[in-house]
């Protein structure tokens, strides 16, 4: 058992109390336990209570700690928990409150073996579960894993996609158009490859990821069955770096925003130089990467595919012709809804 390959599970928490019970979670429903190790961005409050210190002495786990005051925000905190791989074969970024199922270990691993591509992922929008006041934990399971879909996408957010679910996915190894920070299963050296861009903040964030990791040749795909939940927030949502005040989350947006524009929609071979290694990739290119999605970046538009979520099989434009059917999205979801069906 321990000769099984190591997973390293990346997690950045912001003075997120469910923290212990997702890290119980995880150990509790692996198949193999032995084979995990942790590196987990652990952004406290000074004022705040121990949380951590039962898992401190357990050789599986390694922390960067940092007061909130100092914290650079999400990806800065996943940055810096990618920095402690130490060469697993695979690795998980998850959530700091997430739930999950029994052998979920072995089933991605699993399932990895199984995928037809040299560099796989497995990325998901992870179905939801909720704790009542008893404690009781119930799970989303009735619509199964469901692919990804662009609900909205103009210029009023920098024209940084935000995803949501989209059609259930009837078959295994169907493809997704993009990843979900929440949920990442990748070979281990995706941490050094692909590793999160500090000055990215959360807006933005997944879409610059899932080209990034396209480009470098990695193929997304989604788990053929459910492997784990995200907390639904009933009442208030648990603390985010943007608590910090308009005025930074502002800079920092402009920052993030920015460094979007030059990934994804310039042609200037300067900002892609200027991104170093949060840059594309070099094993394809931005177009292969809009044939395989149908979003034209360009032309800030996309497939119908692309807003109600139908996976890529294996790539949404099979031809030239099929870029006529692109359209705009400048309006809501239920809109983009009726647009795809028209």
Not at 2 to 17: E, G, L, M, S, T
Not at 231 to 239: F, I, K, Y
Request: hydrophobic share 35%.
């Amino acid at each position: 058992m321990n000769r099984q390959p190591k997973i390293f599970i990346a997690i950045a928490a912001y003075a997120d109390p469910d923290l212990p019970r997702t890290l119980d979670s995880c150990l509790a429903n692996a198949a193999n336990p032995e084979r995990l190790t942790f590196g987990i961005c652990w952004q406290f409050d000074p004022d705040g209570k121990d949380l951590l210190g039962r898992f401190e002495n357990d050789a599986r786990f390694s922390f960067v700690k940092v007061p909130i005051a100092q914290s650079g925000g999400g990806c800065w905190a996943r940055n810096q928990a990618q920095q402690l791989y130490d060469g697993e074969a695979y690795t998980l970024q998850i959530d700091s409150h997430m739930e999950m199922a029994p052998g979920w270990d072995e089933s991605l691993v699993r399932m990895m073996a199984e995928l037809p591509a040299d560099k796989p992922i497995i990325s998901m929008i992870a179905p939801l579960f909720r704790i009542d006041g008893d404690g009781w934990v119930s799970k989303t399971t009735e619509l199964g894993v469901r692919s990804s879909r662009i609900s909205h996408w103009d210029e009023s957010g920098g024209w940084a996609p935000w995803f949501d679910w989209g059609k259930p996915v009837a078959k295994p190894h169907s493809f997704n158009r993009f990843l979900s920070g929440q949920f990442v299963f990748a070979p281990g050296f995706w941490c050094d490859e692909v590793r999160q861009d500090p000055d990215h903040y959360y807006w933005g964030e997944e879409f610059a990821l899932s080209l990034r990791s396209f480009t470098h040749g990695y193929d997304i795909f989604l788990p053929d069955r459910i492997v784990a939940w995200h907390m639904e927030h009933r009442t208030a949502p648990p603390r985010r770096h943007w608590e910090k005040g308009t005025q930074i989350v502002s800079a920092k947006n402009k920052i993030a925003l920015e460094r979007l524009r030059m990934l994804a929609f310039s042609d200037d071979a300067t900002d892609q130089e200027s991104l170093g290694r949060y840059g594309l990739g070099g094993e394809r290119s931005r177009t292969e990467y809009e044939r395989f999605s149908g979003v034209d970046l360009k032309n800030k538009r996309a497939h119908p595919d692309v807003f109600v979520g139908r996976p890529p099989d294996p790539i949404t434009i099979k031809s030239d012709r099929d870029w006529n059917d692109c359209v705009a999205l400048t309006q809501s979801a239920d809109d983009t809804n009726a647009i795809a069906k028209g």
